[in-house]
């Protein structure tokens, strides 16, 4: 089911009222599955606005269709609904019914009787499909983290997105996206769990920054939280107290509720998708019980069918630091995809899209410059086209100010200044490798990680190296002066 007519769908369910425009685009980014805080930034509103906007909506559509909707259901419900004709002004069944059933069998499904030779093929012309922009829409927005489905400002990072999609195809895969801070993780997650809907798939996105602190604190908690949020997504009935016995051990009941109800319910392959891993490694107790969990049901998928069906994805910064065993780490399995910067091709053709007249060579020039500058990093180049295309700004004036506290990215090099004042020591370690931009420089390992998660270095061996020359121009002024 497509945007445009779950949207429609969805006016039809609550007539004679209408959306309201904000509902509209709570709507319409929860089905792309934006959270919160990010539709409240792309629109302007205050993060509780928005969170009363979605609950009212959702307590509308399920006094209309007469069951409970929430926004990690919503996609379900009117899918489910949709297939069973059950839609208000729907008069004839779904065809999605009928692409569903034809394409389960070419990839996401095991045992698929397509031809080796065909698939490469296919797969490609699936991926086009997925990433098309036909359809996409163009109003600018404020770059935020994850762009939707939708958005027509994504650009392809080929085969990132061939190789993402490929590992889903695989019976019990396992795909890991990293790269650092705002670099576009979530935006290939989304389009990866877009390509699984299409073959097929049931998809559940869990974003660890959602779990409350004292539930990251407890392990027991942090399961069972984890255990009824993919239920409730996968629109099953919360059974964990018929499953859970302490006694047997915490992460034995949450393999048997996976094992033994989660996917025999569900008859469609699942893919579980954690965004944000990085809030588990501040938790090392919960990371040394959970992430070796997963990898265990990663490997029973070799042998017992029904771990066949799951298939994992990780998006994180950057490795964990803490004292697992190699045998016991889920990141040195699966597919690894690092996302590379963007291109000065790419940055171009992202220009394009914005609208920006790149005939004259010093626009050409200084387009050029910026992508040297922020070293392709892409959220950088996307604010920078965003003010060009809806500010009265010059390229020029962006190159002149951009390390300073006027220039266009200073709250984002604000807001890594005030994480490194909480943590002297990193403040330490950036010093010494500012103080050699060219090589790096060798710093404490913990350290190196957290300025890699941040996207201020790029290791290379043991040495950490200045990331971009907007970094080292702001912080060399901070912390040289």
């Given at each position: 089911?497509t945007e ?9 369910a ?48 399920s ?15 009117l ?12 008069n004839?069944?779904?065809p ?5 059933s ?41 770059p ?5 489905i ?11 997105e061939?190789?993402?999609?490929h ?31 299409s073959?097929g798939?049931?998809t ?6 959602e ?22 997504q ?5 059974k ?21 109800y ?45 771990w ?16 697992l ?17 963007l ?20 626009q ?38 951009a390390?300073?506290?006027s ?9 890594h ?26 710093v404490?390992?913990?350290?190196a990680?957290q ?12 040495r950490?190296i ?16």
């Open positions: 089911m445009k007519e779950a949207l429609e769908a969805v006016r039809n609550i007539a004679p009222d209408s959306l309201s425009y904000v509902q509209e685009i709570v709507f319409t980014q929860s089905w792309a599955g934006q959270l919160y805080p990010e539709i409240a930034k792309s629109v302007g509103y205050h993060p509780e606005y928005i969170r009363d906007v979605g609950a009212q909506l959702w307590r509308s559509l006094e209309s269709l007469d069951q409970k909707v929430t926004k990690k259901n919503v996609r379900f419900v899918n489910s609904l949709s297939e069973k004709n059950q839609l208000p002004g729907s004839t069944s779904s999605l019914s009928v692409s569903s034809e394409t389960s069998v070419q990839g996401i499904t095991s045992g698929s009787d397509t031809p080796p030779s065909h698939r490469s093929h296919d797969l490609q012309s699936q991926v086009d499909t997925v990433l098309s922009t036909e359809a996409t829409t163009t109003q600018l927005a404020f935020s983290v994850g762009l939707s939708k958005s027509a400002f994504y650009v392809p990072r080929p085969p990132a061939e190789q993402a999609f590992e889903l195809d695989r019976p019990g895969g396992l795909l890991r996206i990293k790269a650092p801070s705002n670099t576009g993780k979530t935006s290939l997650l989304l389009r990866a769990l877009e390509y699984a809907r073959q798939a049931r559940v996105l869990l974003n660890i920054q779990a409350d602190t004292a539930v990251l604190d407890d392990l027991g908690r942090f399961l069972r939280w984890f255990c009824r949020n993919v239920a409730q996968l629109g099953l009935e919360n964990l107290d018929d499953y859970w016995d302490e006694e047997i051990g915490l992460k034995v009941s949450c393999k048997i509720y996976f094992r033994e989660l996917l025999t319910q569900v008859s469609d392959p699942i893919v579980l998708a954690l965004d944000e891993v990085d809030q588990l490694f501040e938790h090392p107790t919960l990371v040394q019980e959970f992430l070796p969990m997963l990898r265990v049901w990663h490997e029973e998928a070799m042998e017992l069918e029904v066949q069906k799951l298939r994992l994805v990780l998006s994180y910064n950057s490795e964990v630091y803490v004292p065993k190699i045998s016991q780490s889920p990141f040195n399995i699966g597919l690894s995809i690092q996302l590379p910067v291109t000065i091709k790419q940055v171009i053709t992202l220009a394009e899209q914005y609208k920006l007249d790149l005939s004259d060579s010093l050409s020039e200084q387009l050029s410059r910026l992508h040297q500058l922020v070293a392709g990093h892409p959220y950088l180049v996307q604010l920078a086209l965003y003010w060009l295309s809806e500010r009265d700004i010059t390229l020029t004036s962006i190159l002149e100010n390390h300073t506290q220039g266009i990215y200073s709250h984002h090099l604000r807001r200044w005030q994480i490194m004042q909480r943590q002297p020591h990193l403040q330490e370690a950036f010093a010494e490798v500012l103080k050699a931009p060219e090589d790096g420089a060798e404490d390992t913990l350290m990680y300025l890699e998660r941040m996207g201020l270095v790029y290791l290379q061996g043991n950490a200045v990331s971009s020359k907007l970094y080292y121009r702001h912080f060399k002024a901070r912390l040289l002066s």
